[in-house]
C-alpha cells in the first residue's frame, strides 16, 4: 500500500507499509512522504537480493552497492554531505570492491582474511586512506549484521594501521608575512593572510565569496565550503557557520585585493574573494600542487602545510587571553577538546609568562 500520513503533535508524520510472501514490513515516522517512499523502495531491493532473508549470504558487491544507495538518499534528505558520499564512493570503487567484490558477506568473519586485504592497500596507500576505506567497510557491514550473516561486525576486530600523526611546528608571524610575499598572485597572497589572521578552513577560504565580506565592519560570514570539487551549502560542522572578525591589517589587505580585481577585470563569475586564475573555485589538490609547495619552498618553509594556518590562528588567539567560549566560535569549532588540540607554544612569550608568574606568586599572604 502507498505511504500514508498520520497526526502527532509534532506534526504531520508518514508511514510506509508493505506486505511480501505473506510478511509485514513497516517503518513510521517521516517526515516527508518520499523519504517515507525511499524505504520502502531500498527495503524491498534489499528483499529481492537476498540481503534481508536467511539463506545464501549475498555477494560483497551487492552489498556494496545497496550502501551507496543509502547514502545517496541520505545526501538527498539533507542528512549526509555529498562530498562524503562521494568519499565513500571512491572507497568502494577502487580499493574495497577490486578486493572483497567476489566474495560474501559471511567471508568477511575471516579477520586473518581481511588483516591481509588490510596489509595488501597498505602497500600502496598511506594508513590514513587505509584506516578510512576500512570505516567505509564497517559500515557498509551493517546490514549483513542485521539480517543474520555475520554474528558481529568484524572490523572492530581488526588491528588497525598506526595513523601518521605530525604535531606541525608553528610559524611565526614573519614567516607567515614571507610565506603570503613568496605568493605569485594578489589572490593567494591574500588568501594566506586571510587564512592565517581567521584561522578558517580551506575549504571555508575557497568558497569565499565578496557578498559575505563587510569591510566596513571588518566582517567576513563563513556560511559554505568547496571541498574535494564540490560546492556544499554547510560548513564542515554547525559550528562553521560563524560571522569572523577581521583583523585591520587584513581588512587592508581585502580592499586593496578588492581594488586590484577591479582593475584587472578578470573573469570573476561566482564572486569569489580568491578565485583560481580562470575565475573558478580553485581545487585544493590544484591550489596545493601549483602554488602552495612551490611558495613554501621558496620561503624557506618547506614543512608549513595550508592547515598549519588554522594552529597559527588559534594559538595565537587563545595567547591574548580570550576566554575559550570566543576563540572556539571565531574558529568554528564544537568541542574545547578538540579546541585545545590546536593550541601550540608561541615563541617569544616567555617575558608574559614569567610576569604572570611573578603576579601569581609574590604577593604575601596575610594568616586570619
Not at 30 to 41: H, P, S, V, Y
Not at 224 to 244: H, I, N, W
Request: hydrophobic share 40%; with cysteine; glycine share 6%.
Amino acid at each position: 500500500m502507498p505511504a500514508y500520513h498520520y497526526a502527532t503533535r509534532a506534526g504531520r508524520r508518514w508511514k510506509a507499509q508493505f506486505e511480501l510472501d505473506g510478511q509485514l514490513h513497516q517503518k513510521r515516522g517521516f517526515e516527508r512522504k518520499r523519504d517515507a517512499e525511499q524505504w520502502e523502495a531500498l527495503r524491498r531491493a534489499e528483499l529481492a537480493r537476498g540481503l534481508a532473508v536467511g539463506g545464501r549470504s549475498p555477494l560483497m558487491s551487492e552489498l556494496f552497492e545497496q550502501f551507496l544507495l543509502v547514502r545517496r538518499a541520505m545526501v538527498e534528505r539533507g542528512e549526509l554531505r555529498s562530498s562524503t558520499y562521494a568519499q565513500d564512493e571512491r572507497d568502494v570503487r577502487l580499493h574495497l570492491l577490486p578486493l572483497l567484490g567476489r566474495k560474501r558477506a559471511s567471508d568477511m568473519a575471516d579477520i586473518a582474511m581481511l588483516e591481509r586485504c588490510q596489509a595488501e592497500l597498505l602497500q600502496r596507500l598511506a594508513p590514513d586512506s587505509v584506516l578510512r576505506a576500512f570505516s567505509t567497510l564497517s559500515v557498509a557491514l551493517k546490514p549483513a549484521r542485521r539480517y543474520g550473516h555475520l554474528a558481529f561486525n568484524p572490523i572492530s576486530e581488526v588491528e588497525k594501521p598506526r595513523p601518521r600523526r605530525r604535531r606541525p611546528a608553528l610559524p611565526t608571524l614573519a614567516d607567515v608575512h614571507r610565506l603570503a610575499a613568496a605568493m605569485p598572485s594578489p589572490e593567494t597572497r591574500a588568501l594566506t593572510l586571510f587564512a592565517a589572521f581567521t584561522g578558517c578552513r580551506k575549504s571555508e577560504c575557497l568558497a569565499l565569496a565578496w557578498d559575505a565580506v563587510d569591510l566596513a565592519n571588518g566582517t567576513a560570514r563563513i556560511l559554505r565550503q568547496y571541498y574535494k570539487g564540490v560546492l556544499v551549502d554547510a560548513t564542515k560542522t554547525p559550528a562553521g557557520a560563524r560571522e569572523v572578525l577581521l583583523a585591520p591589517k587584513l581588512v587592508t589587505v581585502l580592499r586593496e585585493l578588492s581594488a586590484q580585481q577591479l582593475v584587472d577585470d578578470r573573469p570573476n563569475p561566482h564572486g569569489l574573494v580568491f578565485p583560481a586564475p580562470g575565475g573558478g573555485y580553485w581545487l585544493d589538490t590544484n591550489l596545493d600542487r601549483r602554488v602552495w609547495k612551490p611558495a613554501r619552498e621558496a620561503a624557506g618553509l618547506p614543512t608549513v602545510t595550508f592547515h598549519v594556518l588554522r594552529y597559527f590562528f588559534v594559538s595565537h588567539v587563545r595567547a591574548q587571553g580570550l576566554p575559550a567560549a570566543i576563540t572556539e566560535q571565531l574558529a568554528g569549532h564544537v568541542d574545547e577538546r578538540t579546541h585545545r588540540g590546536y593550541t601550540r607554544p608561541i615563541a617569544g612569550t616567555e617575558p608574559l609568562i614569567r610576569n604572570a608568574l611573578e603576579r601569581a606568586f609574590s604577593s604575601e599572604v596575610t594568616a586570619t
